[in-house]
C-alpha cells in the first residue's frame, strides 16, 4: 500500500496534462491492482490482529476503509486519464486523496499487527512518519523509472514530467536520509544500553540499510538528474531500474530493523 499510495502522490505531483494518458492509465491499473490484492489478502491471510479485540477489530476496518479509498482513487484514474489534458486539477485531486489514503492504510495496516514492542505513542507517530517517508521515495522511484520507459513509445512527451520526478526523487532520499541519520543519532544518544546493542549486532542489516539504500540511491538519483538535464531518457531509465532494487533493498532492510529493534531506522 506504502508502494501504490507513493505512486499516486507523486503522480499528483506531476503535471498530468503534460503526460501521456496511456501512462496514467497504465498506473492506475497498477494501483487497483496493489490494492485489490491487499484487501483480498486481508480477508484469505494469516490473521494480523486478535478479532476478540474491539481496538484491533475498529482498526481493522479503517485500514479497509483507507485501502478501498485508495482503489476508487486509481479506479477514478483509470476514468479520468484520457481527459487528463482537459481536467488535470481533477487527476491531482483524485490522485492526491488516493495517495493520501494508500499512505494511510499502510500504516494502518502496520498498526493492526503485533506493535507491542513499540507501544509509546510518540514512537508509533514516529513510524508512521517514517513509513510516509518510504512511501515517497519508493512510489517516486516506482513511477519514474516506469515514465522513463514510457518515452520509448510516447516519443513527442516533454521531458517535464522526468525532470520533476527526477527533482521530487532527489528531495526525497535527502529527507530519508536526514531521517534515519536522526533516528540512528537518537538511538545512541538517548535510546540506552539495550537499544544500542541491538544496533550493533544488527550491524549487517544496518550497513545494507544505509550504504545501498541511502548513499548509493542518492549518487544514483543525482546522476538520474544529470542525465535528465542532456534529455537522455534512456540512460535515465536504465539507471532508475537498479535505483529501484536499491530502494525496495533498503526499505525491506527498514521495516526488517523497525520490526527486530523496535525502533524506526
Request: proline share 4%.
Amino acid at each position: 500500500m506504502l508502494v501504490a499510495g507513493g505512486m499516486l502522490v507523486g503522480i499528483c505531483a506531476s503535471r498530468p496534462q503534460q503526460i501521456a494518458w496511456p501512462f496514467l492509465r497504465l498506473i492506475g491499473i497498477i494501483v487497483a491492482v496493489m490494492t485489490v490484492s491487499v484487501v483480498v489478502w486481508s480477508y484469505l491471510g494469516p490473521d494480523r490482529a486478535d478479532s476478540s479485540s474491539e481496538p484491533a477489530e475498529m482498526t481493522s476496518r479503517i485500514a479497509l476503509l483507507m485501502t478501498a479509498i485508495s482503489a476508487a482513487g486509481s479506479i477514478g484514474l483509470l476514468t479520468l486519464a484520457p481527459l487528463a489534458a482537459r481536467y488535470p486539477a481533477a487527476v491531482r485531486w483524485t490522485c492526491g486523496l488516493g495517495g493520501l489514503a494508500g499512505i494511510a492504510a499502510g500504516c494502518t495496516w502496520w498498526l493492526c499487527g503485533d506493535t507491542t514492542a513499540i507501544s509509546p505513542p510518540w514512537l508509533t507517530a514516529v513510524v508512521c512518519l517514517d513509513y510516509g517517508l518510504a512511501a515517497w521515495l519508493t512510489g517516486t522511484v516506482t513511477l519514474a523509472w516506469l515514465l522513463g520507459h514510457a518515452y520509448l513509445t510516447a516519443t513527442k512527451m516533454t521531458i517535464d514530467p522526468l525532470r520533476r520526478l527526477s527533482k521530487l526523487l532527489c528531495v526525497a532520499i535527502v529527507v530519508r536520509g536526514l531521517f534515519v541519520l536522526g533516528s540512528i543519532t537518537v538511538a545512541y544518544l538517548v535510546g540506552g544500553d539495550e537499544l544500542t546493542n541491538r544496533l550493533s549486532r544488527e550491524w549487517l542489516i544496518l550497513t545494507v540499510r544505509v550504504v545501498a539504500g541511502l548513499l548509493t540511491v542518492g549518487v544514483f538519483s543525482y546522476m538520474v538528474l544529470d542525465c535528465v538535464k542532456l534529455r537522455s531518457t534512456q540512460s535515465a531509465t536504465g539507471l532508475l531500474y537498479f535505483n529501484s532494487v536499491l530502494v525496495y533493498v533498503g526499505e525491506l532492510s527498514s521495516q526488517y530493523l523497525t520490526d527486530r529493534l523496535g525502533w524506526p531506522v
